[in-house]
């Protein structure tokens, strides 16, 4: 079945840079979508950025615009969001997602089926 492993969570400070990485395994990476999402406690899930199976098209939510990049290696199974001029209110936990469709890349978590267990980040002031 679909697994989906988060790592590369931590602290850091404000304006600092964390990469995070999630490993797949289980199905034909390739010909799924990928996703970032993050949410808070007591708070909606909230899209970060997405990818298709291919790589070539990419979407990020306003808020991470000029600061997140997404990439992804379909040989190596990874998905990846690189974070970049950190600030406080991007501590949450982040999650990686699965959507099985090829030709788009959602931004909508309903269209994702296979989660990751999450990573922590957390930017101090």
């Known amino acids: 079945q679909v697994r989906l492993v988060e790592s590369g969570g931590g602290l850091v400070q404000a304006g600092g840079s964390l990469r995070l990485s999630c490993a797949a395994s289980?199905?034909?990476?390739?010909?799924?979508?990928m996703g970032w999402f993050r949410q808070a406690p007591g708070k909606e899930r909230e899209f970060v950025a997405s990818?298709?199976?291919?790589?070539?098209?990419?979407n990020l939510a306003d808020s991470v615009k000029g600061r997140f990049t997404v990439s992804r290696d379909n040989a190596k199974y990874r998905l990846y969001l690189q974070m970049d001029s950190l600030k406080p209110e991007d501590t949450t936990v982040y999650y990686c997602?699965?959507?099985?469709?090829?030709?788009?890349?959602?931004?909508?978590?309903?269209?994702?089926?296979?989660w990751g267990q999450g990573t922590q980040v957390t930017v101090s002031s």
């Open positions: 997602a699965a959507a099985a469709t090829y030709g788009v890349a959602p931004t909508t978590s309903n269209d994702y089926g296979s």
């Open positions: 990818i298709r199976g291919n790589g070539y098209t990419s």
């Open positions: 289980g199905y034909t990476f390739s010909r799924f979508a």
